[in-house]
């Protein structure tokens, strides 16, 4: 059980979406918020952005894979059958986060900005940059962990278990 609810979390992290808080009267903007959300789909469609977020979470499960052995792979396979098959959900939640941090009239510029040949480069571009993002990242961790286990071991702090 404790490892199905750390698969749990790791998928999360992978993920790394949260809920903004809600509106206590969602009522008093429902009109102004429904015409809010058009964009934000829109935006989200041009950008390919739950898309991107579901490869994300596909990329990162070989690697939790290996960190949680015990965890069946069933698990990870039903995991990521369900990540596909409910991503109108996930859709939903990022719809919440851009509502949250975005006006109408943002929202419609960075609409405007992905529909010009750059803004178009940018998203093309984006999962290989966010690639080699992590791929510097891991190697960049491997170096200091190494740097510091040579620090730790001249000092004479072993780090076997």
């Not at 934000?40 to 994300?56: E, P, Y």
């Not at 596909?84 to 719809?95: A, P, T």
């Not at 943002?106 to 040949?117: A, K, V």
């Not at 750059?118 to 491997?142: C, F, H, L, N, Y």
Request: with cysteine.
């Amino acid at each position: 059980m404790r490892a199905v609810l750390c698969a749990g979390v790791a998928a999360c992290l992978l993920l790394g979406v949260t809920l903004p808080a809600r509106s206590q009267n969602p009522s008093q903007s429902q009109a102004h918020d429904s015409a809010k959300v058009v964009l934000i789909h829109q935006l989200l469609t041009l950008t390919h952005s739950v898309d991107l977020a579901i490869s994300t979470m596909e990329a990162g499960v070989p690697a939790q894979r290996a960190v949680n052995p015990r965890i069946p792979a069933v698990f990870w396979d039903r995991f990521l059958a369900e990540v596909r098959n409910r991503r109108g959900e996930l859709e939903d939640m990022i719809v919440s986060v851009y509502e949250h941090h975005f006006s109408s009239e943002e929202l419609r510029q960075l609409i405007s900005f992905y529909q010009t040949p750059v803004g178009q480069k940018m998203i093309s571009e984006t999962p290989g940059i966010m690639q080699e993002s992590m791929d510097a990242g891991r190697q960049w961790g491997a170096r200091l962990g190494t740097s510091v286990a040579k620090q730790l071991a001249s000092e004479g702090t072993s780090l076997a278990p």
